[in-house]
């Protein structure tokens, strides 16, 4: 029997539902589903910047997990593009984290996972956060 599957923590879903390309005309053609914790491997990596071990400490994942979510999120999203595929964005096996902090200096929204110790920005480093929705649990 295969371990259970850890779920992975996402600051926020996409702010889409999915991407279709433009000027293809494929009513029935099949789509690529992009999970919501590959959405989040491929924001924090090529869009916030981060390395793949600050990137699996934010989402609650190991290093090795996180680079295998990254690899999938990678090849459906260039599968897509080079077969003129609609992306549609899929729950997964993902958390949504209620306990969102806000740095006052470069406006990163994030969590911190109960195993970082330090309170400080993952982007620049500032001490000068802000809790957003907390929610005692």
Known sequence: MPRRRRLRKIVAPPNFTGYKPYGVNHEKQESVELLYEE????????????????????????????????????????????????????????????????????HARFTIPKKMHHNACPLCTSDNLELLNYQKT
């Open 39 to 106: 959405y989040e491997a491929i924001k924090l990596t090529d869009y916030d910047l981060l390395n793949h071990k600050e990137a699996a400490d934010l989402m609650g994942i190991s290093r090795p997990t996180f680079a295998r979510i990254y690899e999938s999120a990678r090849r459906k999203i260039a599968a897509a593009l080079v077969e003129t595929k609609e992306i549609k964005a899929v729950y997964g096996n993902a958390l949504l984290d209620k306990n969102w902090i806000l740095c006052n200096n470069c």
